[in-house]
């Protein structure tokens, strides 16, 4: 991994960005350039190994923090470990590892080193049923989030991927979705979705009712154009939210206050080409997967 002690500065012009974000390293290689089609969604794990999503090829990677490539699982196909289009990925407290295996409309789980544990979900519309999920969120007591994005729901399974309770249905009133793609949750417990066709993020608490809402279609300071992923960083008790239209991050208070935003669109360090998913490590650094650059970016304030 490429390592930066400059501190830059990462505008949405006109936003003056109130904090200075550091450049902690870029992820690349020429390994990742001949085998990974196209990063849709990264983890970092507390091993020093980041999970990559490869939607193209059907696969997931782990790399290093050069970019070399140390394993890899998956192909085409509906079968334990196959999938079809895979969109997220989420690696919870015990290293267990999920995947929102969109295409197949059904969530896959392998253990940390990565064989195959269980799997859940099947197409349709009903309570437990899923129709092109893309996003993943497991709670620290082990619920698993499911942005079940055909349905316009979210839908809430145990840790054996049982079905518990949802919230939201299609629409553009407050509590109703248009494509949500992403969920993250706070340490209060409330939730955070990422609305994406009503181009907002819808506010939660932990029994699924709504209190708050931010956010409308835009290029001001805290506007949306095609928001993709969404999380929550305990370290500065705030959310990121990532804006593919605008190729880069959004930064808010957790009453939906908008605080900072970083990145533009280009192929240098603290550019993106169409972003694609973003998460945040215990340690508070943000992984973007700059998916059009075949990379993934580090920074921290």
Known sequence: MKKYTVLLLFLFLPVVLPAQIE?????????????????????????????????????????DQDGQIVKKIGKKGNGNGEFSSPEDIFVDNKGNIY???????????FNQKASFLFKFGESGNDNGELNDPRGLFVSD????????????????????????????????????????TAITIDKRGNMYVCDRGNNRIQIFD???????????????????????????????????????????IHIFQKNGSFYASFGTEGEAEGEFDSPDSLMISAEGHVYIAD?????IQIFSF
Request: proline share 2%; glycine share 12%.
């Open 23 to 63: 450049m902690v390293g870029t992820v690349s290689s020429k390994d990742m350039n001949d085998q990974i089609g196209e990063i849709t969604s990264i983890y970092s794990t507390p091993k020093d190994y980041i999970v990559i999503l490869d939607r193209e090829n059907n696969r997931i990677f782990w790399v």
């Open 206 to 248: 932990r029994d699924g009712i709504l209190f708050n809402y931010f956010g409308r279609e835009g290029d001001e300071p805290g506007q949306f154009d095609d928001i993709k992923d969404i999380f929550y960083n305990e370290k500065d008790d705030r959310i990121y939210v990532l804006d593919k239209g605008q190729n880069g």
């Open 141 to 180: 007591r082990g619920y698993i989030y499911v942005a079940d994005t055909g349905n316009d729901r979210i839908q809430v399974f145990n840790r054996d991927g049982v079905y518990v309770s949802k919230f939201g249905t299609s629409g553009d009133l407050q509590g109703e979705f248009d494509e949500p």
């Open 291 to 295: 998916t059009g650059n075949n990379r």
């Open 99 to 109: 995947v929102a295996d969109t295409g197949n409309d059904r969530i896959q789980v």
